[in-house]
């Protein structure tokens, strides 16, 4: 124990995909008192036969809610994902204060083994976002971009472990890791792909149902892969145009950005300019489409950035029908198309930008 803490251990259970990881969500099981020794027994919980998810966790002094998950700081949280069964105990050790951190289990069997060794990827990743972020202004809209960056990159070893454990718990509970508020819109694939493998691998559980209506393909936005939608678009001249006669005979980015929006128009000046005027002649088509709601802004930030490729816009602000269309509510974004208006890649910024156009047109 540490102080500030309660002396007890409560036992929760996410009754639905939605519920894993998440706070002031789950069923209270049982709790226990642990002892000034420090040990500790669960009574009056009766466990099914089959493996079942679980969070033990504890709370601070003065908490009157046990199923409060601390999460900001994973080094830090309260709380820890294991799976339970009738025929099997389980024997853990744990520091109050970095519950999760320190959380060890005495010979655990395979699903436990893969919730720990998610544990511990979680932690490293927390770690890496930490010292990607360290230092500079992260609240100017101008280095937004930069820390959405890091985020994805920490991400990536989650998706990474879930893909390719064995674990159908240890998936789901990496997958609520990739994003807690169940905001998948930067990473669909993702979520597509666990639908797809556990569709097949975990079919008729009821969490892969409900991670499937989430991982809907008709639901999700556009996917790489996909034949991006030719959708009619009025233009800045005022004509209207499909959007197929605009792409590019090797590449197109569909670059979908906003007049009052800092990283857009960072991206406009230091990245699709240069590249525009590199590449244009090889191939590559740029077709902008702003969310802007006043014509003037829009014309005044397209002028002011010399962004002079084809541009698109219904000036319908945050209800523009080519987000609805792409199932998207952010921005900046872009979608990379090929000269038959397939996706072949999607949200690529800065030098990652700079380095897939450079690479796909001379090759």
Not at 114 to 131: K, N, V
Not at 286 to 299: N, R, V
Request: net charge neutral.
């Amino acid at each position: 124990m540490s102080e500030g803490w309660k002396p007890v251990v409560y036992l929760v259970q996410p009754r639905n995909f939605a519920e894993i990881t998440s706070n002031y969500s789950g069923l209270i099981l049982d709790s226990a008192l642990v002892n000034k020794d420090g040990h500790f027994s669960f009574s009056k919980v009766s466990l099914p036969t089959d493996p079942m998810l679980v969070q033990l966790c504890i709370q601070k002094t003065g908490n009157r809610f046990p199923n409060q998950l601390m999460d900001e700081d994973p080094l830090m949280a309260n709380y820890m994902p294991v799976v339970v069964r009738k025929s099997e105990q389980l024997r853990f050790t744990a520091v109050a204060a970095n519950f999760q951190a320190s959380f060890e289990l005495k010979n655990p069997a395979a699903e436990n083994q893969a919730l720990l060794q998610l544990r511990d990827i979680r932690h490293r990743s927390f770690e890496q976002e930490q010292s990607l972020l360290t230092g500079g202004d992260h609240s100017s809209e101008s280095e937004l971009m930069q820390v959405e960056d890091a985020l994805l990159r920490t991400r990536k070893p989650l998706m990474d472990f879930a893909d390719t454990t064995r674990s159908w718990w240890a998936a789901l509970v990496a997958t609520r890791w990739v994003s807690p508020a169940s905001d998948y819109e930067r990473v669909p694939e993702f979520l597509f792909r666990q639908c797809t493998r556990w569709s097949k691998e975990a079919p008729g559980q009821a969490m892969t149902t409900q991670l499937c209506a989430l991982g809907n393909r008709e639901k999700l936005p556009v996917l790489t892969g996909d034949p991006f939608p030719n959708t009619t678009l009025p233009m800045v001249q005022g004509d209207t145009i499909l959007l197929y006669s605009l792409l590019g005979k090797q590449l197109t980015i569909v670059d979908l950005w906003a007049s009052w929006c800092a990283p857009c128009r960072k991206e406009n000046r230091e990245v699709l300019e240069p590249l525009w005027k590199q590449y244009q002649r090889q191939g590559l088509q740029i077709l902008g489409y702003s969310i802007d709601s006043s014509p003037a802004a829009w014309k005044a930030a397209i002028a002011k950035d010399g962004a002079i490729w084809p541009h698109a816009s219904h000036l319908q602000g945050d209800d523009a029908p080519l987000l609805a269309t792409l199932r998207i509510s952010t921005i900046p974004a872009n979608f990379i198309l090929d000269a038959q208006g397939n996706v072949i890649a999607k949200n690529l910024h800065g030098e990652a930008l700079r380095a897939f156009v450079k690479g796909h047109l001379e090759r």
